[in-house]
């Protein structure tokens, strides 16, 4: 019989080899990847990739580099399950599979021309870390840039060092804050909300982009239309148990929306009627 060859399939996966394995927390850590056929990875900032490890699991990951950078990409794996934590254990020179990218980023296109508020709730600086880095390397193309980042604890702040150097860029507004803070906590302590009403935005002319946990959403975006930006002007993306990445499954369905297909990320005007997606 014949060998049956499968081409072109939306599911074969293509070999990644690890470049570089940097620990950002005790939880987090951040895979530098290159494609083993010197071909780069197509994508636009809030996109995200199936990482898949033969014999273990697939997961979904939100690429967390600049989709400008040619030579390598990224992805920010928290360790909390099966995959992740076999992941955790992989080692520079190592290769994964990876499929994708998949779903709608950020409207890079829209966005340009205007401000740009970015809050980032724990992991959720992850995937906008993409968006950040595209507006630094495009700075011309952007209004004001304000990035507010929350998290738990001082010991759960991701990218240390980059969101020092963006603290003291003077073409940024960066404002920091822990729910919890150690004795050598110097910054705010309160919820990320905090900082909204301290940030100095016109609202017509702002896109907001939030990712987090999904907790903070509805207080996060009652704080957005307080300020007055408009519902089409602030984006939201979702975390939902994808699987196909690709729309077939139905495991991250919201009504008739996919997150996985139509988003993950969505404006506020496309979910505001949709008790689920809150």
């Given at each position: 019989m014949a060998q049956v060859v499968i081409k072109d399939s939306p599911y074969n996966l293509k070999r990644?080899?690890?470049?570089?394995?940097?620990?950002?927390?005790?939880?987090?850590?951040?895979?530098?990847?290159?494609?083993?056929?010197?071909?780069?990875?197509?994508?636009?900032?809030?996109?995200?990739?199936m990482v898949s490890l033969m014999g273990i699991g697939e997961i979904p990951v939100s690429v967390c580099s600049s989709p400008l950078n040619r030579h390598y990409f990224e992805i920010c794996?928290?360790?909390?399950g099966k995959v992740t934590n076999s992941l955790h254990k992989l080692n520079v020179g190592d290769v994964i599979g990876v499929r994708g990218p998949y779903g709608n980023g950020f409207?890079?296109?829209?966005?340009?021309?205007?401000?740009?508020?970015?809050?980032?709730?724990?992991?959720?600086?992850?995937?906008?870390?993409?968006?950040?880095?595209?507006?630094?390397?495009?700075?011309?193309?952007?209004?004001?840039?304000?990035?507010?980042?929350?998290?738990?604890?001082?010991?759960?702040?991701?990218?240390?060092?980059?969101i020092d150097e963006w603290g003291k860029r003077l073409d940024i507004h960066f404002a920091?804050?822990?729910?919890?803070?150690?004795?050598?906590?110097?910054?705010?302590?309160?919820?990320?909300?905090?900082?909204?009403?301290?940030?100095?935005?016109d609202p017509i002319r702002t896109y907001a982009a939030v990712v987090g946990p999904p907790v903070m959403y509805k207080f996060v975006?009652?704080?957005l239309l307080a300020k007055g930006l408009p519902v089409d002007q602030i984006l939201l993306s979702f975390e939902r148990h994808m699987k196909c990445g690709m729309g077939k499954c139905g495991r991250c369905q919201i009504q008739n929306l996919y997150c996985c297909k139509d988003g993950p990320v969505f404006t506020f005007k496309e979910i505001m009627d949709m008790a689920e997606a809150l």
């Open positions: 990644a080899r690890i470049l570089d394995v940097k620990p950002l927390t005790e939880k987090e850590k951040l895979f530098k990847l290159v494609f083993e056929d010197s071909t780069w990875l197509d994508f636009e900032p809030g996109q995200f990739i794996v928290r360790a909390v409207p890079i296109k829209m966005i340009e021309g205007h401000d740009l508020l970015i809050i980032a709730g724990g992991l959720g600086l992850a995937p906008l870390r993409s968006l950040i880095l595209y507006a630094i390397d495009n700075r011309r193309d952007f209004g004001e840039i304000h990035i507010l980042f929350g998290c738990k604890t001082p010991g759960e702040l991701l990218f240390v060092d980059e920091c804050t822990v729910d919890r803070a150690d004795p050598d906590w110097k910054g705010n302590v309160g919820l990320i909300t905090s900082l909204i009403p301290g940030v100095d935005i975006i009652k704080e």
